[in-house]
C-alpha cells in the first residue's frame, strides 16, 4: 500500500481547524518489522532521487519543520533523511533571535541559511516563529524596534503574512521549491512525551522549565498555528498537517511527502554533449 500525501495538504485560502485534523490515526503497518521495511525503502527512494537532484542542479528544496514542543521535529529529520548524502543536505535549527539578527528584518536570517541549486535545506522552526511564538507573546517585538506598529491589530500580522507570502513565491519562481510540515500533536501526548523525558536520564537534557511555561499558551499557539497555515497556505508552498501523536506514522508520511515532491520534479541527470562523449571516448582509448 502506498501512503498518499495528499490528505494531508492544506488548501489554499481554506480556513484551518485544527480540531478537525486528527493528531492520529489508523496504523499505517501492522508491525514495528513492516515500518522498518517501508520506512527503508522510502530511504532508500529518497536516497537516489537526492543523487538525481544534486546531479541535475536545476532546483533547490526547502523543507519547513514546525510543531508544539516535543512533536517530533529533530526525529523525523533524523529518521527521515537518514540515507541523504551530507554533501547535498544542511540541518539549520533557528531558537531566539541574537542581538545582530534582531537589527534586521524577520526575515534576514533564515534567508542567509536557503538552500542553492542542487541542495535540500531543512529548517528545524523557522521565519514563521515569527507570526507563531511572537504572535503568542507580542511583547518580543520591543526587541525587533517594532514599537511603531500596533502589535496586537491583525493587520500587523496579516503583513507578516504577505511579507512570508511573497518571499516564498519569490523563491518559487527562481526554482526553490518548498514544503512546510507541519507535525500535529496532541496536548495528552505532549504531556506523555514530556514524563518520558523526565524519567529517563539520557532525555533529561532535552526538558527545560520553559516548556512547561509554554503549555500555558496551548491555546493561543493552537489559534496562531491556525491562522498562520490558513494565510500562508499556497499551490506551489503548501502546508501538510502531519499526525504527530504515533512517531512511526508521522516519520512515514513526512518521507512520502518528501518523496511525491521530488518526484514531481521531473528530473533527469545531465546529458553528455557530442563535444564531451568525444572527450570521454579518448580518455577511454587512453585508459
Known amino acids: 500500500m502506498k501512503i498518499q500525501s495528499e490528505p494531508f495538504r492544506i488548501r489554499p485560502a481554506k480556513k484551518l481547524d485544527l480540531a478537525a485534523h486528527p493528531t492520529k490515526i489508523d496504523k499505517l503497518c501492522e508491525s514495528k518489522k513492516h515500518y522498518k521495511q517501508t520506512l527503508e525503502h522510502h530511504v ?38 537518514s540515507g541523504v548524502n551530507p554533501e547535498g543536505c544542511q540541518v539549520s535549527s533557528f531558537k531566539q533571535p541574537n542581538a545582530e539578527e534582531l537589527q534586521h528584518d ?26 507563531l511564538i511572537v504572535r503568542v507573546h507580542p511583547n518580543l517585538l520591543d526587541d ?33 521549491k518548498i514544503i512546510k510540515i507541519f507535525l500535529h500533536l496532541s496536548k495528552e501526548e505532549q504531556t506523555r512525551r514530556f514524563l518520558e523525558r523526565i524519567d529517563e536520564p539520557d532525555k533529561n537534557w532535552k526538558f527545560s522549565a520553559s516548556d512547561i511555561k509554554e503549555r500555558e499558551f496551548w491555546n493561543d499557539y493552537v489559534k496562531a498555528f491556525e491562522e498562520c497555515l490558513s494565510a500562508t497556505s499556497t499551490k506551489d508552498s503548501p502546508w501538510y498537517v502531519v499526525p504527530a501523536d504515533d512517531k512511526q506514522d508521522a516519520r512515514l508520511i513526512v518521507s512520502r511527502i ?5 518526484e514531481s520534479l521531473k528530473l533527469q541527470y545531465p546529458k553528455s554533449s557530442p563535444k564531451r562523449l568525444k572527450e570521454l571516448n579518448a580518455i577511454r582509448e587512453e585508459l
Open 44 to 81: 532508500a527512494e529518497l536516497s537516489s532521487l537526492q543523487r538525481l537532484h544534486y546531479a541535475a542542479d536545476r532546483y533547490a528544496l526547502l523543507i519547513i519543520f514546525q510543531g508544539m514542543d516535543a512533536a517530533g521535529k529533530d526525529g523525523a529529520i533524523r529518521h527521515v533523511m
Open 106 to 131: 524577520f526575515l534576514w536570517r533564515t534567508s542567509r541559511l536557503l538552500p542553492p541549486r542542487g541542495q535540500i535545506g531543512i529548517f528545524n522552526r523557522s521565519y514563521y516563529e515569527e507570526v
Open 144 to 176: 525587533e524596534s517594532e514599537t511603531d506598529h500596533p502589535r496586537r491589530r491583525k493587520a500587523f500580522w496579516e503583513g507578516r503574512y504577505r511579507s512570508i507570502v511573497d518571499s516564498e513565491k519569490h523563491l518559487h519562481r527562481n526554482g526553490t
Open 258 to 262: 518528501v518523496l511525491d515532491t521530488l
